[in-house]
């Protein structure tokens, strides 16, 4: 049987293993097809190729583009393009260059309840200083001992409307899909039951989406319950968008759902990797 993971993070952005390790542990849980999407970085891709190749596992590039649409912020996955295309490269620098800005502002909130010393914490757990995240922040916050884990902290800060949150202009969904379909690639939804969107907005969306070029859409992910693998189901079939699945595993321990341990694509839907 096929199980296809094509969504998960090494150190390369906010995973806990680095790339090489990620990729053997997807062998050893019996994922047959990797794909490797660090959030707009691509650093990690030739250490994991390099680990699926010699465990036997087939590997596709990846990444996990961070846009802003209509005031949300929203991911885009890229999947199966060139990495050496210089305009997907060139794209993904300005966001991460807009990641230390972002992780000082963040830092200056927190300061303003009276938690020190944020950005230098969070920078602390980044292997890739240029790639700093909100779960890095997460995990300095539950080092300090201000929340005991990653959903309460997830509850109480970092989040729009909580302290330690600011706005921020990441790429536009047209970018995003022009640096990886002008790769040769596959643009996906990322997890599209995590936003916080109407049923109405969605349908906006994702019908501006597959205007640009998107192609594809998560339906079964680590973060979907099995009702939204019903309605990204059926949606995908709507807009005519292959079918993709993912756990998004961050690391033992801090993911809902290990490498490759989620259910089948529900019957009915074109699987994005018969397109690779
Ligand atoms: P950023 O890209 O810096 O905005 O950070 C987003 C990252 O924070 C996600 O990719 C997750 O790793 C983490 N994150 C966000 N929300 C949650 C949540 N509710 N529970 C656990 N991790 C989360
Ligand atoms: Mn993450
Ligand atoms: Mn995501
Ligand atoms: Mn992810």
């Given at each position: 049987m096929l199980n296809c993971d094509l969504h998960c993070h090494s150190t390369a952005s906010d995973g806990l293993l680095p790339a090489a390790e990620v990729a053997r542990r997807a062998a050893a849980n019996g994922v047959t097809m990797l794909a490797l999407t660090d959030h707009d970085d691509i650093g990690g891709l030739p250490a994991a190729r390099l680990a699926a190749d010699e465990a036997g596992m087939a590997f596709v590039n990846g990444v996990e583009i961070s846009i802003e649409w209509e005031g949300l912020q929203i991911h885009v996955l890229g999947l199966a393009f060139d990495a050496g295309n210089e305009a997907l490269n060139a794209g993904l620098a300005t966001i991460r260059a807009g990641r230390?800005?972002?992780?000082?502002?963040?830092?200056?909130?927190?300061?303003?309840?009276?938690?020190?010393?944020?950005?230098?914490?969070?920078?602390?757990?980044?292997?890739?200083?240029?790639?700093?995240?909100?779960?890095?922040?997460?995990?300095?916050?539950?080092?300090?001992?201000?929340?005991?884990?990653?959903?309460?902290?997830?509850?109480?800060?970092?989040?729009?409307?909580?302290?330690?949150?600011?706005d921020h202009r990441w790429a536009t969904l047209a970018d995003s899909?022009?640096?990886?379909?002008?790769?040769?690639?596959?643009?996906?939804?990322?997890?599209?039951?995590?936003?916080?969107?109407?049923?109405?907005?969605?349908?906006?969306?994702?019908?501006?989406?597959?205007?640009?070029?998107?192609?594809?859409?998560?339906?079964?992910?680590g973060s979907h319950t099995q009702e939204h693998v019903g309605t990204y189901g059926r949606l995908a079939?709507?807009?005519g968008f292959l079918a993709s699945?993912?756990?998004?595993?961050?690391?033992?321990?801090?993911?809902?759902?290990?490498?490759?341990?989620?259910?089948?694509?529900?019957?009915?839907?074109?699987?994005?990797w018969e397109a690779f």
């Open positions: 230390i800005d972002r992780a000082r502002r963040m830092s200056a909130e927190l300061e303003k309840i009276g938690i020190r010393g944020a950005f230098e914490g969070a920078m602390r757990f980044a292997e890739n200083p240029s790639l700093i995240s909100r779960a890095h922040f997460a995990r300095y916050l539950i080092e300090s001992g201000v929340s005991k884990d990653m959903r309460s902290v997830f509850e109480s800060y970092l989040v729009p409307g909580r302290p330690g949150y600011v899909i022009r640096w990886v379909v002008g790769a040769g690639g596959i643009a996906a939804v990322a997890h599209p039951g995590r936003y916080k969107l109407s049923p109405r907005d969605m349908r906006r969306f994702l019908a501006d989406f597959k205007d640009l070029g998107g192609r594809a859409i998560e339906v079964v992910s079939n709507e807009y699945r993912g756990s998004d595993f961050h690391g033992p321990g801090e993911s809902y759902v290990d490498l490759g341990k989620l259910a089948p694509l529900p019957d009915g839907l074109k699987p994005v």
